[in-house]
């Protein structure tokens, strides 16, 4: 193997492909290089629940026969990419577990549209990784494979659910990952773990294959070190599927316009954001620091009010739970799913099965369904829930009246160790900036900007854009990269050497 192969999990996209196109290194030299490195790296760290080499080598035998007859441009936009998938995504040929008990050998029968649209568009397909179980967590500490580590501090929990995506983004495993997002599940561990994380609009990306939470809430994106490597594959698994009826017809560039600069565009900032409890002094830190940069290099910086957003977190834990509980239901231990033996019954059987599959967190949520769609209750609390979540978007759309982008902390603080939270109400609360635009719709994002003054510890901001105007949150995270410079790969697993 050359030793630019060897760096290779190192490079964006765009230094693959011109290492390809140079014949300096093969496709299969890059999955190889690629799954030598996850093989010495994330024995520390757990991002990876399945490694899937047999597919990553033929995905690099596709792209090396095209480019011996000149055909690389045909490869795609992602050609040469390793990317790997949270495993709540459905990819022929792996497990798709969600990280349960429950869906523990279940074999994907097909794709989820996010990953063929991925591998369609040239990406080395690396295997499937951890999250909390079904999505229900804010710190991977869910999953019943056990833990995903931070790169930055192992002590330390990587945020959740697609912690494993971020973590194996973080630590240099691969350049490239797909995660979702039902309340921040992209956004928190891409501040967590100090890389791009782009949760685009509600429709932009398919849901067809991905397994439900919240089906009015769930919505795929990438993570990457670098805007620019996070708009590449933006672009690659957007776009309308007739296999959701959510999906949108999307054909906007992701990467046009990330060189304009942010001369004229009006930033907002949420005063009540900024001032909220919990919010640790690092993190408003470099929250002010952001817009300060953007201000120096020619936005305007505008206050902007969401009157509701307090909201959001009680009508979010409601809406989500309601939905869950609808979707959990197909887990039934007769169709597929995880059956506990020795009963005569299908009664008995079913509840048993459903008691054993499911973790203490996905129980916990069902049952908070069950009883929010129970007669006499959903009245009180589901209906008054849907109302908010208008009154929400409602405030959005008032807001980008008057600014093209705003700018918020991601998570109220730095990443936090191992069992340091065990009260699922102050879990929730890692949320509390990102939950308000899966219930508007809105696109965000998490762009790191540097070290927690304190801790020393990655820190995001979030960028939200109007409805399909994603394009305008990218922009401006790649004014600010320009000045701070994009990911690095956590300094305990910089060293290419490493393997």
Same mark, same amino acid.
Not at 379 to 399: E, G, N, W
Not at 418 to 443: H, K, V
Not at 452 to 470: E, M, N, S
């Given at each position: 193997?050359?030793?630019?192969?060897?760096?290779?999990?190192?490079?964006?996209?765009?230094?693959?492909?011109?290492?390809?196109? /140079?014949?300096?290194?093969?496709?299969? &030299?890059?999955?190889?290089?690629?799954?030598?490195?996850?093989?010495?790296?994330?024995?520390?760290?757990?991002?990876?629940? &399945?490694?899937?080499?047999?597919?990553?080598?033929?995905?690099?035998?596709?792209?090396?026969?095209?480019?011996?007859?000149?055909?690389?441009?045909?490869?795609?936009?992602?050609?040469?990419?390793?990317? =790997?998938?949270?495993?709540?995504?459905?990819?022929?040929?792996?497990?798709?577990?969600?990280?349960?008990?429950?869906?523990?050998?279940?074999?994907?029968?097909?794709? =989820?549209?996010?990953?063929?649209? !991925?591998?369609?568009?040239?990406?080395?397909?690396?295997?499937?990784?951890?999250?909390?179980?079904? *999505?229900?967590?804010?710190?991977?500490?869910?999953?019943?494979?056990?833990?995903?580590?931070?790169?930055?501090?192992?002590?330390?929990?990587?945020?959740?659910?697609?912690?494993?995506?971020?973590?194996?983004?973080?630590?240099?495993?691969?350049?490239? =990952?797909?995660?979702?997002?039902?309340?921040?599940?992209?956004?928190?561990?891409?501040?967590?773990?100090?890389?791009?994380?782009?949760?685009?609009?509600?429709?932009?990306?398919?849901?067809?294959?991905?397994? /439900?939470?919240?089906?009015?809430?769930?919505?795929?994106?990438? +993570?990457?070190?670098?805007?620019?490597?996070?708009?590449?594959?933006?672009?690659?698994?957007?776009?309308?599927?007739?296999?959701?009826?959510?999906?949108?017809?999307?054909?906007?560039?992701?990467?046009?316009?990330?060189?304009?600069?942010?001369?004229?565009?009006?930033?907002?900032?949420?005063?009540?954001?900024?001032? /909220?409890?919990?919010?640790?002094?690092?993190?408003?830190?470099?929250?002010?620091? #952001?817009?300060?940069?953007?201000? *120096?290099?020619?936005?305007?910086?505008? &206050?902007?009010?969401?009157?509701?957003? *307090?909201? #959001?977190?009680?009508?979010?834990?409601?809406?989500?739970?309601? @939905?869950? +509980?609808?979707?959990?239901?197909?887990?039934?231990?007769?169709?597929?799913?995880?059956?506990?033996?020795?009963?005569?019954?299908?009664?008995?059987?079913?509840?048993?099965?459903?008691?054993?599959?499911?973790?203490?967190?996905?129980?916990?949520?069902?049952?908070?369904?069950?009883?929010?769609?129970?007669?006499?209750?959903?009245?009180?609390?589901?209906?008054?829930?849907?109302?908010?979540?208008?009154?929400?978007?409602?405030?959005?759309?008032?807001?980008?009246?008057?600014?093209?982008?705003?700018?918020?902390?991601?998570?109220?603080?730095?990443?936090?160790?191992?069992? @340091?939270?065990?009260?699922?109400?102050?879990?929730?609360?890692?949320?509390?900036?990102?939950?308000?635009?899966?219930?508007?719709?809105?696109?965000?994002?998490?762009?790191?900007?540097?070290?927690?003054?304190?801790?020393?510890?990655?820190?995001?901001?979030?960028?939200? *854009?109007?409805?399909?105007?994603?394009?305008?949150?990218?922009?401006?995270?790649?004014?600010?990269?320009?000045?701070?410079?994009?990911? !690095?790969?956590?300094? /305990?697993?910089? @060293?290419?050497?490493?393997?």
């Amino acid at each position: 193997m050359s030793v630019q192969a060897k760096e290779s999990p190192f490079m964006n996209v765009a230094q693959i492909q011109a290492g390809l196109a /140079a014949k300096s290194f093969s496709a299969h &030299e890059v999955a190889a290089a690629t799954l030598a490195r996850i093989a010495a790296i994330d024995p520390s760290i757990h991002a990876f629940l &399945e490694v899937t080499e047999q597919l990553a080598f033929e995905q690099a035998a596709r792209i090396d026969a095209a480019i011996a007859c000149g055909r690389l441009d045909e490869c795609g936009p992602l050609a040469g990419a390793p990317m =790997a998938f949270k495993d709540n995504m459905n990819q022929k040929g792996t497990h798709t577990t969600c990280s349960s008990r429950m869906l523990e050998n279940y074999l994907s029968p097909y794709d =989820a549209t996010c990953v063929a649209k !991925a591998i369609a568009a040239g990406a080395i397909p690396m295997g499937k990784l951890n999250m909390d179980e079904f *999505a229900f967590g804010s710190s991977t500490e869910t999953s019943c494979f056990g833990p995903t580590r931070n790169p930055w501090d192992l002590g330390r929990v990587p945020g959740g659910s697609s912690g494993g995506s971020a973590a194996a983004v973080a630590a240099g495993m691969v350049p490239l =990952a797909l995660g979702s997002d039902t309340g921040g599940s992209i956004r928190q561990p891409g501040s967590f773990c100090g890389v791009v994380a782009v949760k685009p609009s509600y429709g932009v990306v398919s849901r067809y294959g991905v397994v /439900a939470f919240g089906s009015s809430l769930d919505q795929v994106g990438p +993570f990457a070190r670098s805007v620019e490597d996070a708009a590449r594959a933006l672009n690659a698994i957007s776009g309308h599927d007739p296999l959701d009826c959510t999906s949108q017809h999307v054909t906007t560039d992701f990467t046009a316009n990330l060189s304009e600069g942010v001369k004229g565009t009006r930033i907002g900032i949420v005063p009540a954001f900024m001032g /909220a409890q919990g919010l640790e002094s690092e993190v408003r830190e470099k929250v002010e620091e #952001a817009a300060l940069l953007l201000e *120096a290099a020619g936005a305007h910086i505008v &206050e902007v009010d969401l009157p509701h957003a *307090a909201a #959001a977190m009680s009508a979010y834990y409601v809406l989500g739970p309601c @939905e869950a +509980f609808s979707n959990l239901a197909r887990f039934d231990s007769v169709r597929y799913g995880y059956c506990d033996p020795g009963h005569k019954d299908l009664g008995t059987q079913y509840e048993a099965s459903r008691a054993q599959g499911f973790g203490p967190e996905a129980r916990r949520r069902i049952m908070l369904g069950s009883y929010l769609l129970s007669a006499g209750v959903y009245d009180t609390y589901y209906y008054p829930a849907q109302q908010v979540r208008t009154l929400i978007t409602q405030d959005y759309t008032q807001a980008f009246r008057n600014v093209d982008c705003i700018l918020t902390p991601v998570a109220p603080r730095t990443a936090f160790k191992f069992g @340091e939270i065990s009260d699922p109400t102050s879990m929730y609360l890692s949320d509390m900036f990102t939950i308000s635009i899966n219930i508007a719709g809105n696109g965000g994002m998490s762009l790191p900007v540097g070290s927690g003054v304190q801790t020393g510890l990655p820190v995001g901001v979030q960028l939200i *854009a109007p409805q399909f105007k994603d394009e305008n949150m990218l922009r401006v995270a790649a004014a600010l990269e320009a000045v701070l410079g994009k990911a !690095a790969v956590a300094p /305990a697993f910089a @060293e290419g050497d490493a393997l």
